[in-house]
């Protein structure tokens, strides 16, 4: 593989990750007390807890999205 296809590799990767990481975050934004009341039914959980557990879940993709995949495309980037 030469730099140019692990290059373009990153680059997807990074566009594909985040439209699921936005995503992710317009869905628990706008559609919270759905997402909820579907949670709710399979798991007993306070919406105090829900919350605190969808913050730390958007906040780690958000940690993963930035370590595995824009700045590796961006080293590749600055490289080349």
């Known amino acids: 593989m030469d730099s140019d296809m692990i290059r ?3 680059g997807w990767c990074t ?3 985040g439209i699921i990481l936005f995503l ?4 628990c934004a706008r559609a919270g007390n759905w997402v909820y009341r579907i ?17 730390c879940f958007i ?5 993963l999205f930035l370590m595995l995949n824009l ?8 490289l080349n």
């Open 8 to 10: 373009a590799f990153f």
């Open 24 to 27: 992710g975050f317009v869905i």
């Open 59 to 63: 906040g780690g993709m958000k940690i």
């Open 15 to 17: 566009v594909i990750n």
């Open 39 to 55: 949670h709710s039914m399979w798991f007993p959980i306070t919406r105090e807890a829900f919350t605190l557990t969808m913050y």
């Open 71 to 78: 700045v590796p495309y961006l080293v590749l980037v600055i």
